[in-house]
């Protein structure tokens, strides 16, 4: 049997089942029209055929935000909004958190800085004492000691 002569490679036949396809499905519409229950997690979702789905809690079920359609409170909405005013503190508390933390290098920075500034003193202080001793007991000239003490302290 030559190539060309296979079903699968004519356009009018593929065309044909195409259109057949198609039409069969056009013809298929959803004829359910009550609540379905999707794997046990979703519940009271309406698929009329030309709606558009309600959510339990919604304008066809009777209830609202709070309350459902027996009259009891919708603990799942109400869950929710708790969830989210968890998650704004949970927000707030990190960003007070942020804030202390940069606080707290900064007063980590002055205090390195002023022990800093401190150890320098105390160093160039022991030496200066050190050096004039020194000076004073060999006979060397101020100008001597200055000059050294200009050069190795920090």
Do not use: C, H
Request: proline share 1%; no cysteine.
């Amino acid at each position: 049997m030559p190539y060309q002569d296979l079903a699968f490679n004519s356009a009018t036949t593929n065309g044909s089942q195409l259109s057949s396809t198609q039409t069969g499905l056009a013809n298929t519409s959803l004829s359910n029209t009550g609540t379905t229950n999707i794997g046990g997690s979703v519940t009271g979702i309406d698929v009329s055929a030309g709606g558009v789905p309600q959510i339990g809690g919604g304008q066809n079920s009777g209830g609202s935000f709070f309350k459902n359609s027996d009259g009891s409170f919708n603990s799942n909405n109400i869950g929710m909004i708790f969830g989210g005013l968890q998650s704004l503190g949970s927000l707030w508390n990190s960003y007070q958190q942020q804030k202390i933390a940069k606080e707290q290098i900064g007063l980590q920075r002055e205090a390195f800085r002023t022990n800093l500034a401190n150890n320098t003193q105390t160093y160039n202080t022991a030496l200066e004492d050190r050096i004039r001793a020194r000076a004073s007991y060999s006979g060397q000239s101020e100008a001597d000691t200055q000059s050294y003490l200009d050069k190795n302290k920090l």
